[in-house]
């Protein structure tokens, strides 16, 4: 199949909007204006088989006027064969009318998707905001936040699993998987959180959408160019390809999951961000040493008691230096807020881990027994 309606199919396969279609490469139009170039050349003289028996080689030097219109100029390689033929090259207009358009078509494109990439990300910042606000610790939500973490863990462990590019199958594979589990249904604000998950679900949608769009316009602009020259035997590629950059936007230099995690799964904390290295599970009380490391107190404890001087993770030698001055307050306040069951847990192991010492120390290892 042809380029042309390749790109056409891609396109709809990919959903991609009416409104940017207007935006993308503009392919079967600069393939006629090729065409046109050829006919031009042919009225000139200038065949294929001139230009192979000849021997003769041309290529376009580009630059970019104050109105942001590129100025292509034809030049040749000094040989007496090529200086008569060059002259009539010079005066090509069919040309420069499309490296006018293709340019301009790209100029156009890199305004939409900036465009385009700052209305997604603006979609995302009020999402995280809406759920955010939602789930908020200082209400009574306590239910609906730990049913939005699990939802955004499922989300990025299904991506994982599935080894493979988040395309729009597995993104409908993971909502799939949601909706089989029920977990909507959990929350108590249903209603609000179903539309918000659906919100979520959208922007994923939307951005997959936008990348595929990026891509194959940029895919498109080198094809067109790459058919200039084979279409004409006049090297235009290397030079055009400096004059436009084919830099992605600033949501496609990262993973799916990472753009939407920055604003939304990261705003309702995650419980592997603070668990203690030592015991794996929640950091409770957290001890921050010096090198900025933090632990439980109770394996803190166990360390010095051990008399081991040195960090778990950096082998800075800090552990014998911690008091209760090194106690992150603040931290423990976020942990009371944001992991209400994880901290009561740990609350009633340490409880018991104390009394459990306590009775070992003054009845030894001997069990008590009550007759």
Request: hydrophobic residues 35%; charged residues 30%.
């Amino acid at each position: 199949m042809k380029f042309g309606k390749t790109f056409e199919k891609s396109l709809e396969d990919h959903h991609i909007p009416e409104e940017w279609i207007v935006s993308s490469i503009q392919y079967k139009p600069l393939k006629k204006k090729i065409n046109k170039v050829v006919e031009e050349m042919d009225d000139a003289g200038l065949t294929h088989e001139i230009i192979a028996e000849r021997q003769l080689m041309y290529y376009y030097t580009f630059k970019e006027n104050q109105q942001h219109e590129i100025q292509p100029k034809l030049l040749t390689d000094d040989n007496e064969d090529a200086n008569s033929i060059n002259e009539k090259m010079l005066t090509l207009h069919s040309d420069i009318v499309f490296f006018q358009a293709l340019y301009s078509q790209y100029l156009k494109l890199i305004q939409f998707n900036k465009l385009q990439s700052t209305l997604i990300l603006a979609k995302i910042q009020q999402l995280s905001h809406l759920i955010k606000k939602l789930t908020s610790s200082d209400q009574k939500n306590k239910n609906d936040m730990y049913l939005w973490r699990e939802i955004f863990n499922k989300y990025v462990e299904y991506k994982l699993d599935l080894k493979s590019h988040f395309d729009s199958k597995n993104l409908d594979s993971f909502v799939g998987h949601i909706e089989d589990i029920k977990l909507l249904k959990k929350f108590k604000h249903t209603k609000k959180n179903t539309e918000y998950f659906h919100n979520f679900y959208e922007l994923n949608l939307e951005l997959l959408k936008f990348l595929s769009f990026e891509n194959l316009n940029t895919i498109a602009i080198r094809k067109i160019v790459k058919k200039f020259d084979k279409h004409t035997l006049l090297h235009s590629s290397q030079n055009f390809n400096k004059m436009i950059t084919f830099e992605k936007s600033s949501l496609s230099t990262s993973s799916i999951e990472q753009v939407i995690s920055t604003d939304i799964v990261k705003l309702v904390p995650q419980l592997d961000d603070y668990l203690c290295p030592i015991c794996f599970s929640i950091a409770y009380k957290p001890v921050r040493l010096t090198c900025n490391h933090f632990f439980c107190i109770r394996c803190l404890i166990k360390l010095q008691r051990r008399n081991e001087p040195k960090c778990p993770i950096c082998r800075d030698p800090v552990v014998m230096d911690a008091t209760e001055a090194n106690v992150d307050y603040e931290l423990l306040e976020y942990m009371k807020k944001n992991f209400p069951k994880e901290v009561k847990k740990k609350q009633s192991q340490n409880e018991k881990e104390v009394t459990d010492e306590t009775l070992s120390t003054l009845y030894g290892d001997d069990k008590c027994i009550i007759m």
